[in-house]
């Protein structure tokens, strides 16, 4: 750890919107107490939570600042899920923050080990036909870091078996918009499977959406800088 410098207002406004998305991410009731944690590409290396805070009592301060190589900064040490944060966000240069949260049902499909399938058209702003659920590895591992690397290949969304969700954006509010529509499509994914077999898109129509939403540049509206 090293003494936290001086930050300017950009990286001062970073930090707050961390820490204003955290407290969203429960306010929606895509997360529960301090299980979910969020990072931003920041210079030489990516912001994010400290492990174990209540996000109310955070201040812009509180945020670590961790450089590539994985050393840190800050008051307090960073989540426990750091790995895949920095992992993912080498590995991806067009993804500049991450979302990682245990919503109801998103956690219930990826307990049971199921990728969420082309059930709804919106199931392609994740990046593809389907929302691939990671193998199971131990929280804060390596192992579990490459798991999620892998199944976010080609997406910007993806789940851990019996943990929860990851999703990506090119800025925050992206990936914070990315992790509701996720939420909502396990939802829609469980219910159907209450009823029976599940009738799913074909994927010429698929490709099809892709198209028209590339053309038409569908979805939210950011309201946030970008990292």
Request: charged share 20%; with cysteine; hydrophobic share 40%.
């Amino acid at each position: 750890m090293e003494k936290l410098k001086l930050m300017d207002k950009d990286e001062r406004q970073k930090r707050q919107s961390i820490i204003d998305a955290c407290i969203e991410m429960n306010a929606v009731g895509i997360n529960q107490g301090t299980s979910g944690n969020i990072s931003v590409r920041h210079g030489e290396g990516i912001l994010l939570t400290p492990t174990s805070v209540p996000y109310k009592s955070l201040k812009p301060e509180d945020i670590v600042f961790m450089r590539w190589d994985g050393s840190w900064e800050g008051p307090l040490g960073p989540s426990s899920e750091w790995r895949f944060h920095l992992d993912i966000q080498k590995a991806r240069p067009d993804v500049n923050a991450v979302v990682h949260a245990h919503p109801l049902y998103c956690t219930t499909i990826a307990i049971m080990g199921h990728d969420i399938p082309p059930l709804h058209y919106m199931i392609v702003v994740a990046g593809g036909s389907t929302i691939r659920c990671a193998p199971y590895a131990t929280f804060g591992t390596a192992e579990l870091s490459a798991n999620a690397v892998k199944a976010l290949e080609g997406r910007l969304a993806c789940l851990l078996q019996h943990h929860g969700l990851i999703a990506c954006g090119r800025t925050l509010d992206k990936a914070m918009w990315l992790a509701v529509e996720v939420e909502t499509l396990a939802r829609q994914y469980h219910g159907c499977l209450q009823l029976g077999k599940v009738p799913l898109l074909a994927e010429d129509e698929i490709q099809n959406v892709i198209n028209r939403i590339a053309a038409a540049g569908y979805g939210r509206k950011e309201t946030t800088a970008a990292a």
